[in-house]
């Protein structure tokens, strides 16, 4: 059984200390395989803000996956962002924007979504690229076929009906169908700061809210995911911050049949099932 812990959208600058800590103490508490960081480590991608994250990063004891966020580049100063918008990224957490990461039981891909412009007035939005894709399918026809098989993005590929006006990250339709076809499992992001998961064409699609900062939607706690089980079965666990420390608060339960991944009939959580 591996066991992945999966944190988003920390923002340094706009952290809370507790919450951090809280976080530390969590992770040690359940000892996961591998932690998984999909994006949005900063708030304005200010070298003060990349010194908070990296010894944040730097303090985790386990093997560790972590991509950037649209957060993660310069916003206000666009001519850096125009030429350079990885520099200050790449002196912190080095050169590699789509890191791979294999532990006993499981292998998980980071995909760098967030783009430096777009034709659009958001330039938040994300998309996965047609060459992305390929380089994933290359490294997943390499992957032992028992390996559980995770993809981390920074931006969502499935909203609530009521965040969908945050835009699907772009090439959404053709890059589920070749990552369904590549066997991959599960699909890891955040962005928005809510955690749901859903199913889309047999691929679980897992976001997290914002690990440890205050910008927090309405009625939504930081919080993080827990993921444990195999490529038969998957357990899900949500963590939500409860004051003073990070505990449980539901978990869903799936498994893995010819059809790809459903929904467990005794799961402990319900979820809709969207095909598209």
């Known amino acids: ?16 200390p507790q919450v951090v ?20 480590l900063t708030q304005r991608a200010t070298s003060a803000q990349f010194r ?3 010894g944040f990063v ?17 916003a206000i100063n666009v001519l850096e962002r125009m030429a350079s918008p990885w520099r200050r990224w790449r002196a912190f957490f080095g050169e590699d924007l789509a890191p791979v990461r294999t532990v006993d039981g499981c292998i998980a891909l980071g995909v760098n979504t967030a783009r430096r412009a777009g034709l659009y007035l958001d330039w938040s939005r994300g998309r996965i690229s047609d060459g992305q ?8 026809s390499d992957a032992d076929a028992e390996c559980l098989r995770l993809v981390v993005t920074h931006h969502p590929f499935w909203l609530p009906e ?10 959404r339709d053709q890059a589920i169908e070749q990552l369904a076809d590549a066997g991959v499992d599960m699909v890891l992001s955040g962005h928005i700061h809510l955690d749901f998961r859903q199913i889309l064409k047999g691929v679980i699609i897992s976001h997290a809210g914002t690990a440890t900062s205050d910008r927090l939607l309405p009625g939504e706690p930081n919080s993080f995911n827990l993921i444990e089980g195999h490529r038969n079965e998957l357990l899900l666990t949500q963590m939500r911050w409860r004051g003073s420390a990070f505990s ?29």
């Open 248 to 276: 449980p608060t539901g978990r869903t339960l799936f498994r893995r049949d010819q059809r790809g991944w459903q929904l467990a009939k005794d799961s402990v959580a319900p979820l809709a099932v969207e095909d598209l």
């Open 133 to 140: 894709m390929q380089e994933l399918q290359r490294q997943l």
């Open 58 to 74: 730097q303090a985790l004891r386990w093997p560790r996956l972590v991509i950037p966020g649209n957060h993660d580049m310069p």
């Open 162 to 171: 009521e965040y969908v006006h945050r835009h699907l990250i772009g090439r």
């Open 1 to 16: 059984m591996t066991r992945v812990a999966h944190i988003s959208d920390l923002h340094f600058g706009r952290h809370i």
């Open 52 to 54: 908070a994250a990296q």
């Open 21 to 40: 800590e809280g976080l530390l103490d969590s992770l040690d508490d359940y000892d996961p395989d591998l932690v998984i960081i999909s994006g949005d």
